[in-house]
């Protein structure tokens, strides 16, 4: 436990407010600038590291977008009906290779060339056959239901950008241009560890004092699930020196470091004293709960991300200081904003004004479909499974006191984060 996480709301006013740690460290973070090239299926996920241009119409085609009849749009009749000879059908794959002239239309396929001398295709469902005819009413427009060779892509256009997160409907964008291989920004390398002679790992036999360490599984699921290449060094233990050794090897090797615990006031916490030696300190108190005892700054090369060593402060750092710099490191544009909903409480929560906090909860849908929140049982920064059990922060603002059943609050779902 890191001693300085259970400070009281009496001494915020000696921390930075969260939105100011959260720009400064943005303004520090640099994005990665190397780039690999890689097969379409292995780039999900990655940033696209230059603009894609498009060599193909996309379709490549004139084609219908419906089952149905081709004709020209001036053989629509402007009142009544009128009655077109079929000449043929059109395939998709295989095309019509006759021209239907005036007074005459073809029987088309979805994604079927448009035969020469159509351009309107009407519904199947609303024509009606007479032998080798087709006969047509007024309710119908020229060129509907017909797909303009580049209407998604134009040939020469820009097909994807730089900057752009590869995903799913991307890779079939890339792949209806024909792109096989696309260059994107390496993964950012994040080195992590965790300090404390208390830790001990998983398998071995707990002694007096001792926990298992959960901060390193913790920080390798959301790193993992950000695309980062990580770096797991372990537990170091409270040393000055094994930890500066520690620090300097990874900050050669990786573009930001990420620690849990050793940053608060307590006589045996020397990550921030060592940063200070060896680095930068650009600040090391956020006026947040739980998480107060936050230190961000640099060595060399690599941003340096301090956490708490609480468990839920660790989460709740992670997710509004860290992921945002990561994010940014990716080298992508970030355009979507943070999820944010309104809720209805449905039982008191414990506040006093000074912190913003990140409380935990579960949010669901009432009976009239409003969006409700209850915070989970335990609150405590130590208690892990309190996040576990939960969907979303509950997000009280810094000036914000109790709140009461049937208060509206501010929710940040866990799905919108990750």
């Not at 600038?33 to 230059?50: M, N, P, Q």
């Not at 700054?297 to 509004?320: D, E, H, K, W």
């Not at 576990?388 to 984060?417: H, T």
């Amino acid at each position: 436990m890191a001693p300085g996480d259970c400070c009281t709301d009496s001494h915020a006013d000696t921390a930075m407010p969260l939105h100011q740690a959260l720009e400064q460290v943005l303004a520090v973070v640099e994005p990665v600038s190397e780039v690999e090239v890689l097969d379409i299926r292995e780039a999900l996920g990655r940033v696209l590291a230059e603009d894609v241009i498009s060599a193909v119409d996309v379709p490549a085609h004139t084609n219908s977008a419906m089952d149905g009849y081709a004709l020209a749009g001036s053989d629509l009749p402007k009142a009544g009906k009128c009655t077109l000879q079929l000449v043929g059908t059109a395939w998709a794959g295989r095309p019509l290779q006759a021209r239907v002239e005036a007074g005459q239309c073809a029987r088309i396929m979805t994604g079927a060339v448009m035969p020469a001398g159509t351009d309107t295709v009407v519904m199947q469902e609303h024509v009606e056959r007479v032998d080798d005819g087709v006969v047509i009413d007024d309710r119908h427009r020229a060129g509907q239901h017909v797909r303009p060779a580049g209407e998604d892509v134009a040939a020469g256009a820009v097909g994807a950008r730089a900057g752009i997160v590869i995903h799913p409907a991307m890779l079939g964008v890339l792949a209806s241009l024909g792109v096989g291989r696309v260059s994107v920004l390496r993964r950012p390398r994040v080195a992590f560890f965790s300090t404390g002679d208390e830790l001990v790992g998983i398998g071995e036999t707990l002694k007096e004092g001792q926990i298992y360490d959960s901060n390193r599984y913790t920080l390798y699921g959301v790193l993992t699930r950000l695309g980062m290449d990580v770096m797991d060094l372990g537990v170091v233990p409270d040393d000055p020196d094994v930890l500066e050794s520690v620090l300097m090897k990874a900050s050669q090797q990786a573009d930001a470091i990420v620690t849990t615990g050793g940053v608060s006031v307590g006589e045996a916490d020397f990550v921030t004293q060592i940063l200070e030696k060896v680095g930068q300190v650009n600040f090391w108190k956020v006026a947040m709960k739980p998480g107060r005892p936050f230190t961000f700054g640099r060595i060399g090369r690599a941003c340096f991300f301090g956490l708490p060593g609480n468990p839920v402060s660790v989460m709740s750092t992670f997710y509004q200081l860290v992921q945002p710099a990561l994010l940014a490191m990716t080298g992508a544009r970030v355009e979507d904003p943070v999820i944010m909903l309104d809720a209805r409480v449905t039982h008191r929560l414990k506040k006093k004004p000074g912190r913003r906090e990140f409380q935990r909860g579960v949010l669901q849908r009432d009976a009239q479909g409003d969006y409700q929140v209850t915070g989970t049982r335990h609150q405590g920064a130590g208690v892990l499974s309190s996040m576990a059990a939960a969907n979303c922060f509950i997000v009280l603002e810094e000036d914000r006191g109790a709140v009461e059943p049937g208060d509206m609050v501010k929710v940040q779902p866990f799905r919108g984060l990750v």
